[in-house]
């Protein structure tokens, strides 16, 4: 299945928070894609944005009561022509009417109506967000199967500062349509840690220079924004990344080389039971680095010749770290292959290769090079396994490509 590219009636369902004005970025986000919105406010939203904000972006009128449009059965028509019902931001008391099944305004009836995937993004204080029963009530309405997004943490209304923050329109959007494309997301990795690799390395020439690669980061944040939304603790080891924003609840370490990647890693693994390496790591370092900025025509002979040097394979050495029980022994550890085909070989048969000298359990193979892959917001590839045929991945948004590859893992983790 392939990332969603066809039109969908969407139903954007916002209730009364601060964190309503960021509704109005999804409802674009959702239009600027081809899609059909409907807006369904609670009538507290409307304290916070008007309902010709609403109207003017999606193109839709905006109602919040069952009384409105009685002759078209507006309560009920509007959840069963819906392809997804999303409500962000859902506040602590319309999560609690949802868990006890009320239909008391066109929101709610709405819900209770829809037989499509239904992703509630919570937004409220982390007291509230803790409380028993907000918890209890999450619970229920998971257990229903509907999706409540994991909320990010970070700066909420006034000085205090914790979980409980709306994730930001665009990832938002993103996992509505990995939903929509068929994988939906299920919270069974709750208290598991996951560690996650991002980005490029970069190798200093000088103070001012390095070698580097295009990698985005990307990919790998979007497997920890899957991980954290499957309930993971999960930390990312990010060397050189695009601006990106950081997956609900994932705590993030900076690296720049691969040597301090290799470290940072080795630390960061001695507990968790997922690796992914989806770093793209820098093979070689200059074997020599100057001390002040290299001057055109001035540079000396040590230097007029790049010198390169092999760096420490961090994806071997972790599986050889679980050989010598540094690691779990029950850690799955994944690895990325970023390949190009040649007059020899496909990119999947160095990648096959490549997956037999590493030893790592699941391997992600894609093929790069200028605009494919390394930058890009789509990914394809293969996924290797031992013992079983390559697993196609079709071209897909990364965060379909990452539920993918997380439910490889998942099957690995039950077995």
Known sequence: MTELDTSRNIVVGVAGGIAAYKACHLVRN????????RVVPTENALNFVGAATFEALSGHPVSTTVFDAVDEVQHVNVGQHADAVV????????????????ADDLLTATVLVATCPVI???????????NPATQDNVATLRRRGMTVIEPAHGRLTGADSGPGRLPEPDQIAEIVRTELAGYRVEHRWKGKKVVISA???????????????????????????WACQMGADVTIVAGNTAPLPVPSGAKVRSIISTRELERAMREEARDADVVIMAAAVSDFRPAEVAESKMKKGLADDALSTLHLVENPDVLKGLVAARARAELPAECVIVGFAAETGDADKSALEYAQ???????????????????????????EGWILGSGVEPQRVEHGSKQ????????AVNQMLRE
Request: hydrophobic share 40%.
């Open 30 to 37: 959702f239009k600027e894609a081809g899609d059909d919105v």
């Open 87 to 102: 409500i962000a931001p859902a506040t602590a008391d319309l999560i609690a009417r949802l868990a006890t099944g009320r």
């Open 120 to 130: 509630i993004a919570p937004a409220m204080h982390t007291e509230m967000w803790l």
């Open 199 to 225: 980005g490029g390395t970069r190798e200093e020439l000088d103070p001012v220079r390095y070698l580097g690669n295009r990698s985005s980061g990307r990919q790998g944040f979007a497997l920890a924004e």
């Open 353 to 379: 290769e490549k997956f037999a000298r590493k030893g790592c359990d699941v391997l992600m193979a894609n093929e790069v090079g200028r605009d494919k892959t390394f930058g890009q917001k789509s990914n």
């Open 400 to 407: 379909v490509v990452a539920a993918q590859i997380l439910a």
